[in-house]
């Protein structure tokens, strides 16, 4: 199955249109709606050319501990043989829009729409835009924790549309959960996962869990709480949760909710943060 996946146009609004202020910054949750993913407000970074990024979410301390999410926008021609030289990092690359190419340990693959990578620390990577168009992706960062006894995982390139969701138990298929990798796959730290409601699929209770949260709508609509905000979301929006920051939805609207979701997963919780 193909999906359509939205991808931010950029750009600046009209100066005839009205002040919105709809964008939130909690101590327990962040709301940025796609309005926000303007010109103004992108990024660049060393050795990338033709290339610009909306950084999402970063590490702040006493918020979110764990990860960086960007949302990278690569120009034709452009893209970087040196995308990232923190040796201690692993990465996931998710395609939501155009074509490229990337190659990983001299192995070179087609990127595209629905396009998952797993990169452990250490792989030698570089992404370049061989098309006409915009090649637009999701990039998580996120220093991997060692464990003794236990491999890193290794390189995976795979798709959503070869990945089958899982029902959720007690849903009636009304919500489904693409896993890239199992969960319990004890050598994965992080996971990013596709969550899908069909219309009116809803989490049923409001989830409280240690899990830290990034949360980026592919496509579809839903009323979602956020601690104690409830929030109409759409394609384009995007949610940063701090751990234990309680959350529910419900789809709304006639087609699927779905949405890129990362949580930090499998590992002992760091008690240098107690200090």
Known sequence: MTHDYYSPAGGLPSQKEAFQDSAIFTNAYVYIPKRVLTDIVTSFLPNWKKTRLWVLARPMTGFAETFSHYLMDISPGGGSDLPDDDEFAEHIIFVTSGAGKIKVNGDTHKLNPGSYIYLPPKTDWSVINDSSNRLIFHWFRKRYQKVRGVNAPPILVT????????????????????????????????????????PGGTIPFAETHVMEHGLYVLCGTASYRFNSDVINIEAGDYAWLRAFCPQCCTATGDGLFRYLLYKDVNRHMNLQLAK
């Open 159 to 198: 798709s959503d549309s070869v990945v089958e969701p899982i029902e959720m138990p007690g849903s009636d298929g009304n919500w489904l959960t693409s896993r890239f990798v199992g969960a319990d796959d004890i050598a994965h730290d992080m996971h990013v996962n596709i969550v899908t409601f069909r």
